[in-house]
Structure formats: C-alpha cells, structure tokens
C-alpha cells in the first residue's frame, strides 16, 4: 500500500511509461487496481502496438472486451493468432467485430494474423479499409477471400427517380476498393494461382511476399506479369522463399516482368529465379536469404544487372570450389581473411561485384562460407 501511495505522486506521462512495458493482459490486470489506472490504461499511447499473439486464453468475447473498453483511435499495429492449432478449433474473427474495428480505430495500418481461419470471411475487404499491411502466417483463406466485393449499382430507374427527388446529380456509388499496399503470405496451404491471380483487382499493391506457397506455379507467377490481363501492373516489389525442391515458380520471371524493381529470393531453389534475372530490366534491389550459392553462381546472374543499386545476401551459405592447389594460400592472404568481419565473408566476391557493378552497394548479413566436399 505505501508503494501504491508513492506512485500516487507520479507524473502521468512517468506512470504511462512505466505501463507501457507491460503486455495485454497485464495492463487489463492494472486496470482493476483503482480508478485513476483505470483512466491511465485507457490512455491510447498504450495501445498502438498491440500483440495478442502471446495471450493463449483469447475468444470473440476477450477481442470484444479489448475493442469496447481500450483499443481505439491510437492503435496502429494489431497482432493476433487464431485458433487452428487449438484445440478449441473454429474462427473467432467475425464480420461485425471487424466492422467495429474499422470504425473505432481509424488508424488501423497493419494487421498480423497467425494461425487463422479466415474462411468465414466472404472476402478480405470486409477489414479495415485503413490497412496498409497485411501479413498471413500460417491461415486458412477461402476461395473468394481476396476478391474485392464488387459494389451493386441501383436500378436505374430508381437512381434516376431518387436523384430528381432529392434534386441531386446522379453520381456512382462510392467503390469500396482495397488499400493493401504491403501482402504478406506465409505457409498459406490454400492459396493458389488463383488467388494470385485475384490480386490483380488491388490496385495499391506495391510489395508481396509469397513464403512456402505450394499452389503457386511458375504458370500462375507468369499470368500476373505485365502486361496481361491479370496482371500486378502496380507491384514494384516481389519476394519468394521456396523450400520444396519440386517448387519451381520462380521460373515465372523468366518472361519478364516489366516495373519490378525489387526482387527477393530464399530457400532451397534460388537457381531458377536466378536465371531468371537478366529479364528484369528494371531491377534495382536484390536480396537472397536463407541459401546456398557459389561466388560463380551470383558473379554469372548479376553481370546483366547494370542498373543494381543494392544486393543484400542475408544467411547466406557460400559454398568454395576450390582446388586443392587453390586451397594453398600464402601467410598474407590468410591474415587478411581472419582480419575480415563477420559482414564481410567472402572478400574476394565483393571486390569483382564492386568491379562488375560500381554502383551497387552490397551487404552481407549473418553469412557463412563452408568448403565443397563433392
């Protein structure tokens, strides 16, 4: 009791910063201590980031309780899991308390759900229309899930009577398009070509990245590159993680992809979508993640890329294929490889790709070299 007094005599911006290193359910707990951190739990500087993914025990009435009592015009960032991998089973996202959501918290921007199931959900367009970024791990989508809902224009008859009543100008309904310019999609076993095919419609689609996507073929990748008529004309970045060795989408690119200027490549099959590069005209960002690759294979794959301004290898394995005569270094040149840094494992690749692109800049990122032991 005499710490509660104490804290008494804090300043409120003191006692909100405190607050904020505690989670969800705690600050629900703090809530219960007395009216005055009551009102401060409510404060909205505490509910901009708000990660349910870590709270086992959330329903449909805990997310209700959430959105009536504290989440409001200050969140930007919701994070949530699903019930997939429980035991409870079943959907708890529903239409209305999503419509609540949208109303209540305006500036609602991303949205990250884990382990959900999304097919009770019509269509994606029933979020928040304020949604910039949407990221699905490991969720369930129906087949219509991102088709946007087209709007039903009146009877024109009944427009035109309803217009002249009101003494209005006849105008269009208003299009209830969607927002989303940043798709995450991660393990989605139901995605397919045709719901890749369906983004077409998103016409502020501008980065999408496709993770462990066993429905997407290199047909369905080639369909949505410019200029077809499902094409994502808007997209101006791709990234694809591959880990099955039958998967070969990244084939896809090897027509072209006109607009693409970034490109992101990881997993087990990044040969394909190398291949691939010296048909994107337009790339000016390359990043490979979580591979194996020879110097030999990035030197061959890059030299078309003239116009590169950045290439990032992110946990990279580096595979050496040298000789045993090549193997023999001289005292210095081993000083110099013990002297290079963990960012920088393979000096000698740096230097040609500094010589065979001069205005890129490259950067290594927990990478690895190991030696060929076929």
Not at 52 to 65: A, C, H, P
Not at 202 to 213: A, I, K, N, Q, V
Not at 267 to 296: A, F, I, Q, Y
């Amino acid at each position: 009791m005499a710490e509660l007094k104490t804290l008494e005599f804090f300043p409120e911006n003191i006692l909100i910063e405190i607050l904020s290193y505690l989670n969800v359910r705690e600050l629900v707990r703090n809530s219960r201590v007395c009216k005055r951190w009551k009102q401060l739990v409510k404060d909205q500087r505490l509910w901009r980031t708000v990660d349910l993914s870590t709270w086992k025990g959330v329903t449909s009435r805990v997310l209700w309780v959430l959105l009536r009592q504290y989440l409001g015009r200050g969140l930007r960032y919701l994070r949530l899991r699903g019930l997939l991998l429980s035991a409870r089973g079943g959907a708890f996202l529903s239409e209305p308390w999503l419509q609540t959501l949208g109303s209540k918290c305006p500036r609602l921007c991303r949205l990250t759900l884990l382990h959900t199931d999304l097919r009770g959900l019509a269509s994606c367009s029933l979020l928040p229309s304020t949604l910039k970024v949407l990221e699905l791990h490991g969720c369930e989508v129906s087949p219509g899930f991102f088709a946007q809902n087209p709007t039903v224009p009146p009877e024109p008859d009944c427009a035109v009577a309803a217009a002249s009543l009101k003494n209005k100008p006849l105008t269009s309904a208003p299009s209830s398009g969607i927002n989303i310019e940043t798709l995450v999609l991660d393990n989605v076993p139901s995605f397919t070509n045709q719901h890749l095919q369906t983004l077409s419609s998103w016409g502020r689609l501008r980065h999408l990245e496709l993770r462990d996507m066993i429905r997407v073929t290199a047909a369905g990748l080639r369909a949505c590159a410019p200029p077809g008529l499902q094409a994502l004309s808007c997209l101006k970045h791709l990234e694809m993680d591959t880990w099955s060795r039958q998967q070969m989408a990244a084939l896809g690119l090897g027509e072209g992809w006109a607009g693409l200027e970034g490109l992101g490549l990881g997993g087990r099959e990044v040969s394909p979508g190398l291949l691939c590069l010296s048909r994107l005209p337009d790339l000016r960002w390359l990043r490979l993640r979580s591979c194996r690759l020879t110097e030999m294979m990035v030197l061959r794959s890059c030299r078309t890329l003239k116009e590169l301004r950045r290439l990032e290898f992110w946990q990279v394995q580096f595979v050496s294929e040298g000789g045993e005569g090549e193997r023999e270094e001289s005292e210095k040149e081993k000083e110099e490889e013990e002297e290079s840094s963990e960012n920088d494992p393979v000096p000698n690749l740096r230097r040609s790709l500094t010589t065979l692109l001069p205005k890129c800049s490259v950067l290594f990122t927990q990478c690895t070299v190991t030696e060929n032991m076929d």
